[in-house]
């Protein structure tokens, strides 16, 4: 589901040159369709995505399944767009069901499997949002350039719908207990030591996790992550471009980024494990802020720009994988998906906000500006996923079990 989703998402600002070119749509109202697409992913997150985590299997499969076809042809019908309203209409159906099949419910099913290894293995899972990036980067921009957008649409939603569908269907078992195990790190000891560090913290609900700094902590840091995200993701393409790169070459920067990605996901979840989430944070800062710098200088000089990409690959775990691994390490598995799904939404809502806000910046002072801005908003970020941390230690304590 991840790797679909990883196609559907890395991609989108692969459409936004050419169809601003053949309308003549400005770049800030097209923004307005990713705008769009986070502010419904937002709302879905915040009150709908704790779903998944109540009622049966069945259930879950169900909504599951029905959010595939909506997101999925909803994706595809964006080829039959000409008008701007359009594109905006298309981006809110096909939203309403995103977050419902990618992120959310994967890192929930996996928080719930595994307590030993549980980052090397989210992070594994989320890499294949970056392959899918990676793969389909390539293929999709250069089917812009041969076949056309429209054919691109068509393609990614057809493809989508195949793989979301056989996944769902076939693979999707929320939790151990339902098949009469216990999650992988959490098997019975001998030692009493070994089991009391064995055992899986449940922690808190989501109506004492929102009475806490902790919570308010994580979601500045996920409202400025979206920010950070999705700005220089929606962007890089058209800012290459403005600079004298044609659309395929800047796609196989962004093929480089999404491949680097998928070493920074899984390298990022062993890192957490080896250095702890204090310097994981930290390392993922300083690749993000070296990676924007080397980008500054990427519209003229080709080799930055692979530089860029190489460095924001690497530390991508500080936007897909730290976030979801907050929330369990922070609250525990008792409500995550309703904890996190709130959180999420705060990630999105920065998505909506930077894509226009860094559009307007950018035609008005340049992308200097903006990256500046980026920049400042990384340390800004760790900042605060220091404080989350230092404040999810004082929840443990008192709520031990």
């Not at 097209?30 to 709302?43: D, I, K, R």
């Not at 595809?76 to 990618?102: E, H, K, P, V």
């Not at 070994?194 to 840091?221: I, R, S």
């Not at 403005?242 to 659309?247: R, S, V």
Request: charged content about 10%.
């Amino acid at each position: 589901m991840i790797f679909p989703g990883g196609m559907m998402s890395y991609t989108a600002g692969l459409f936004m040159y050419p169809i601003c070119e053949e309308f003549g749509f400005s770049v800030t109202a097209y923004s307005m369709v990713l705008t769009l697409t986070a502010v419904v992913n937002a709302l879905v997150s915040a009150f709908l995505v704790g779903y998944l985590s109540k009622g049966s299997r069945k259930t879950m499969k169900i909504i599951m399944l029905v959010s595939v076809v909506i997101v999925c042809v909803g994706f595809l019908l964006q080829s039959r767009c000409t008008q701007l309203w359009q594109f905006y209409l298309m981006a809110i159906i096909w939203s309403l069901g995103y977050n419902m099949i990618t992120f959310i419910p994967v890192t929930m099913i996996l928080s719930n499997w595994f307590v030993k290894k549980r980052e090397l293995v989210t992070g594994i899972a989320i890499a294949f949002s970056n392959l899918g990036g990676a793969v389909f980067n390539t293929v999709i921009s250069k089917l812009i350039s041969t076949e056309g957008w429209r054919y691109a649409y068509v393609f990614s939603g057809l493809l989508a719908l195949a793989a979301c569908t056989i996944a769902v269907l076939f693979s999707l078992k929320r939790s151990p207990e339902k098949y009469g195990q216990e999650p992988y790190g959490a098997e019975s000891a001998a030692d009493s030591a070994v089991q009391e560090k064995q055992k899986v913290w449940m922690g808190v609900d989501k109506k004492t996790a929102l009475k806490t700094p902790a919570f308010y902590f994580l979601c500045l840091a996920m409202l400025l992550t979206g920010i950070y995200g999705a700005g220089i993701a929606n962007h890089v393409v058209t800012y290459l471009c403005k600079g004298g790169w044609d659309i395929t070459a800047a796609g196989l920067v962004m093929t480089v980024y999404t491949l680097a990605g998928v070493a920074g996901s899984t390298g990022g979840g062993a890192l957490l494990e080896k250095i702890g989430y204090r310097k994981g944070v930290i390392a993922g800062g300083v690749l993000g802020v070296l990676a924007v710098v080397s980008l500054i200088f990427g519209g003229k000089i080709h080799a930055m720009a692979y530089i860029f990409a190489i460095l924001l690959g690497c530390g991508c775990f500080l936007v897909g994988l730290l976030p979801s691994q907050s929330v369990a390490n922070t609250f525990g598995l008792k409500e995550y998906a309703g904890i996190y799904g709130m959180s999420y939404a705060c990630y999105l809502i920065g998505c909506a906000v930077s894509t226009p806000v860094i559009a307007i910046i950018s035609e008005k002072t340049g992308y200097l500006t903006a990256w500046i801005g980026i920049v400042i908003l990384i340390l800004a970020i760790v900042i605060l996923h220091l404080l989350c941390i230092s404040e999810g230690e004082k929840i443990r304590e008192k709520y031990p079990d």
